[in-house]
């Protein structure tokens, strides 16, 4: 039964994860430059977004949402903004987003900002994290593209009471909130979800402030 369950699961997956990224595809570009600003508001509702020191991010593709304007506002305020670097071992490793970097596509494709092994920075150092997604649930389950890296990468988190440094921030648009994702044991709940509608709290009533 548990197998079956699993292949489920596992087929529903796929089939809404690729729902979704057509959907966000078939953006036009006027729609995913006022999702961004949208988001960026949502984001200016959370404290730690206006005042923690390093928050990392994501270079948006396949018709994510664009960061640049939430971006815009992390450097008006000085804050250091950081991009993943895809390791050989699975998971992901930070680095500051310095102006006019010189970007390099990774085995995906997607540009990484060129740099030293000195400047690598830890799941462990960043303080805030924005997190792609292609579904989400109000209680801060998310589907992502299926590779498990931000799973992996922040592992570390499901030994410790949340929310927790780093704070995960999923990112998306309202269009692909769904009633309830399957939990999975390697899942790593997201804090918040900021989408171009509203900040949602997914942390359970009793862990909040």
Known sequence: MAASMHTLNRDASIALRTQMRERRAGL????RIAAASGVAASLEQLPEFLVDRRVAGYWAV???????????????REQQYCLPIVGDDGRLRFTPLLPNANMQPNRYGIPEPEHAAADLLTPQDLDLVLVPLTAFDRSGRRLGMGGGYYDRSFAFLREVVRPAQPLLV??????????????????????????????????????RP
């Open 28 to 31: 036009s570009a006027a729609e």
């Open 62 to 76: 396949g018709g994510e949402v664009p960061l640049h304007a939430a971006v815009a506002r992390l450097r008006a």
């Open 170 to 207: 999923g990112i998306g648009y309202a269009f692909q909130e769904v009633a309830t994702l399957p939990a999975q044991d390697w899942d790593i709940a997201l804090d918040f979800i900021a989408t171009d509608k509203e900040l949602i709290d997914c942390t359970p009533p009793e862990t």
